[in-house]
Every structure is written in C-alpha cells, then in structure tokens.
C-alpha cells in the first residue's frame, strides 16, 4: 500500500502513552465519540523525530507508519488501542505524542441528521434569504452542542460563530457542501 499524504488523512487522536505491559497504547481522542477511532481496523501513526540541538521540526519530516489493530477499547475517558507489531511497554512508550490518523473513507456511515465535523468543513453556508455567510473554517464542542466558525477560509478569518443545533441549521447538504442557516450575517 502507498503511503498516503497527511492532507488525505484525518486526525482523530494523539498517543498519550503507554498502558499495561503488552504494548498497548492510550490515545487521546480529538472527539468526546470517538466511534471511527474505536471502529477502524487499520490507523497510520504519524512519529515527529525528536528534536535536537533546538533544531525545528516540519511535517514533511514526519514519518508515517500503517498498523493493523488487533483491539481498541473505551478506558476512563481515553481510547487504549493494541496494535499489531508492538509486543511490550517500551514499544509502546516509543509512540507516545504520535498522531493518530484514518482515511476519511473508512469512517463508520452516519445516521440522518448527523455528520462529521471533518465533512462540513470547507461549506460554504448561507441563510433563509440567499446571502453568503461564509465557509464554515472549524467545528468546535463547547459541552451542550456544536459550534460552526464560519468567515474566510483563505485567511482563516473567523467572521461568525454558529450554534449547530436544529434551530439554527435548516438544511446540510453534503454532496453540494452548502449549509443552509436561519441566521443573519450581523448576528
């Protein structure tokens, strides 16, 4: 299998360390339903070389590595993952800061009315009259729901922050990535 670029991968956690002796690892999740985490078969582990002498490191020097997983599992609020190839803690120890990455086409299939924050990104959104909004730049959780930043995605210009709640969001359509809104542009 190819290696895949970062830019065709979604994060959906971080190594936070290592858990038992056998090598599994304990994952930070990015997302407080980590369902794709816990549901995919393979991930890809982006290691950053450490750094030496103060020496910056890019993305570019990031290495990734497919694994297979033989188990992944919910524990007190992180995910622990046991993964093909690694055997004991100081494997597991060697991952820790890693990211985690899938391929977004692996991702369990969606319910009506639910999405993935990673596929409303880059919507253009507009309201019940018509008018531009803007695209929707992050998605955040603030606890009871949602949260859409919508402005300019090539400066990265947060002009609106929307609740995602049924009030406020009428229609997504995903295929034409258009988000439909009941809000004004100066609310």
């Not at 922050?161 to 034409?176: C, I, R, S, T, Y």
């Amino acid at each position: 299998m190819n290696t895949p670029s970062l830019n065709d991968l979604i994060e959906l956690g971080a190594v936070q360390d290592a858990q038992g002796l056998q090598g599994q690892i304990k994952v930070r999740p990015h997302s407080s339903d980590p369902v794709a985490l816990l549901s995919s078969k393979e991930l890809w582990l982006s290691l950053i070389p450490r750094r030496s002498a103060g020496v910056a490191v890019s993305h570019e020097q990031a290495s990734l590595k497919l694994y297979k997983v033989k188990q992944a599992k919910m524990h007190s609020g992180t995910v622990v993952i046991a993964l093909d190839g690694i055997s004991d803690r100081d494997h597991a120890e060697a991952l820790k800061g890693a990211r985690i990455l899938v391929a977004r086409e692996v991702f369990p299939k969606t319910d009506d009315d639910s999405y993935y924050w990673v596929d409303l990104i880059g919507c253009k959104a507009i309201n019940l009259q018509g008018e531009s909004l803007g695209e929707v730049i992050e998605v955040n959780d603030n606890g009871a729901h949602g949260i859409i930043s919508l402005g300019d995605a090539k400066t990265k210009t947060v002009k609106q922050l929307v609740p995602f709640v049924k009030e406020a969001v009428q229609n997504v359509d995903l295929p034409n990535r258009l988000i439909t809104l009941d809000w004004q542009p100066d609310w």
